[in-house]
Every structure is written in C-alpha cells, then in structure tokens.
C-alpha cells in the first residue's frame, strides 16, 4: 500500500471515530454495538501495514506470508515512498543502520527431503556459487551472475581454501569467502551463522570489502547485507525468508533497476534451494 493511500485510508477511519462516540458506546444500541477495542485494532492494523516492511519470522511463529509449496516465491522490492527513507530494521536482523537504497524480501515454502545438515552442507559449498544465473532486464537473457567464489581462510589477507565443513557451520560461527560478480567483480564477505538447529538456520552476509563498477565505488564495506531464514515446517517441508539490502549510502546507480534487483535475489534463492537458477520464467523481466 503507497504511502497516501495508506494515510487516506487512516485519516477516513479516524474521523469515522470522532463521528460515532456515542453510538457505539450507547447501551442501546442493541445488535449496532461496535466496540472501541475492534475499532482502534482495525486502525493500528492499518498504520502497521505502512510502518511494517518487511516481517522476517524473528520468533518461531512466522508473520511472513510465504508462497504455496513449490510455487514461485512471493518477491517484492519494497520503496522509500512505502516505509519510510528511514525504515529501522527487526531487531533480529542484528542490522543496526537504518534506512535503504535498495530492499528485497523474499518468502517461499519448498521440498527437502535431507535434514539440516544436507542444507548447512550446501550453504557450506561456497566454491559451488560458481556459475549461478540470473535474468538480465538489461541484456534480456539469462547470464553468469556468480563468475567464480571461493572461501578464505580468513577476513585479512586471507587465502583461498577448500569449502567449508559442516563441523565449521555451527551457531555463532563467522567465516569469509571471495566472490566475483558479474558487474562489481571481486569482493570478500563475511558469513555470520546466528543459529543452526535441526529446524532452523539462521545466517547474514555482509560484503568487507569496496565494490565496484567500471573504477566507480558503488558499495562500500557494509553496503551490501542479507539475511536468511530457513525453518522446518514439517518432515520435507521448509520455509525459506530472506531480505536483501543495500545501505542508504550505496551508490544509487545500483538501485536504477528494481527488477534487477528482485532477479539477483532470486537467483540466491533458487541455488540455495536446488531450483536451477536459469529456469523459466524469471521473477522478473
């Protein structure tokens, strides 16, 4: 909902209050009772869709309206005019910066028969970013996003090793890879594991490193963040959420296109997932 009609809607509900103070609170007005209680929750629920972004499943009781199983991902780019230039992040994204040039969220249900580990193993597999594809709104193909990546043994300096262990992807883990995109070329990242259980997988990922593009910085250490949210929602079923941003001091030539935006962050999606990255149709074209 856009920012005026969201504040339409509410300045027409509270002058609907201010008009009915005595009818809704008279004794009789037998079967025509509206309580106060029913009224204020409709209004909060209005001014909460405007002030929400978006609602990753901090607690176990997921708030995210995720797709139906094995069904396209409910993506959307959200925008400033929608919440707010200074939109604060969930306290559990751990996201102390406010504000966006860019913003995606994500939220899907799919099919994995392994347990937790089969996905930690996965998500371990940094050198098997390789060659992930994505639509290019601008080329209007599918291209190599992830040219090449591998992990390193460390933030400063580090040197290129095998993939990660499952023994090293346990909660509160902090490990570094390299990876070189496909129009900001190479950059180190820190992947922070904050939970790993045998129902849920909590990590963020954050670039160390100055991105750039041509010669030009676009991102700079910091910048570039997400994080992912992977429940068990029963023996073979799993919700994924994820949010993807870009700080509000990233270079604006990146956020031009928000349909670009929307494909990378699919494009992670699918790998992590096991849907092949190129497959028809993007999320966007």
């Known amino acids: 909902m856009g920012n005026r009609s969201c504040r339409s809607q509410f300045a027409a509900f509270s002058a609907f209050l201010l008009i009915l103070p005595a009818f809704v609170s008279s004794p009789h007005a ?3 009772q509206i309580s106060f209680a029913s009224l204020r929750s409709k209004s909060a629920s209005i001014v909460s869709e405007y002030e929400a972004g978006p609602q990753p499943p901090c607690e176990t009781d997921p708030t995210a309206t995720y797709s139906r199983l094995d069904e396209p991902a409910n993506v959307k780019a959200w925008s400033a005019s929608e919440i707010g230039t200074d939109w604060r992040p969930p306290a559990c994204t751990g996201w102390t910066a406010t504000g966006f040039t860019s913003l995606v969220s994500i939220a899907a249900r799919f099919h994995h028969s392994s347990a937790s580990e089969g996905l930690l193993r996965h998500i371990a597999a940094i050198s098997q970013l390789a060659g992930v594809r994505y639509w290019s709104t601008t080329h209007q193909r599918w291209q190599t996003l992830i040219k090449d990546a591998r992990a390193l043994t460390g933030a400063q300096n580090g040197q290129p090793r095998g993939d990660f262990t499952p023994d090293e992807m346990k909660q509160g883990a902090v490990l570094y890879f390299e ?8 950059a180190v990242y820190r992947l922070h594991i904050s939970q790993a259980s045998s129902n849920r997988i909590v990590f963020d990922i954050e670039n160390l490193t100055t991105m750039h593009y041509f010669l030009i910085p676009i991102l700079h250490p910091g910048d570039m963040q ?13 919700r994924y959420y994820a949010i993807v941003r870009t700080g509000k001091n990233a270079n604006r030539m990146i956020a031009a296109n928000e349909k670009s935006s929307i494909n990378r962050a699919v494009a992670f999606y699918r790998h992590t997932v096991g849907i092949p990255t190129d497959q028809e149709p993007p999320a966007a074209r």
Request: charged content about 25%.
């Open 30 to 32: 037998g079967g025509a």
């Open 179 to 186: 990876q070189i995109d496909n129009l900001s070329g190479k």
């Open 226 to 238: 997400s994080i992912y949210f992977i429940d068990r929602e029963s023996e073979n079923v799993w």
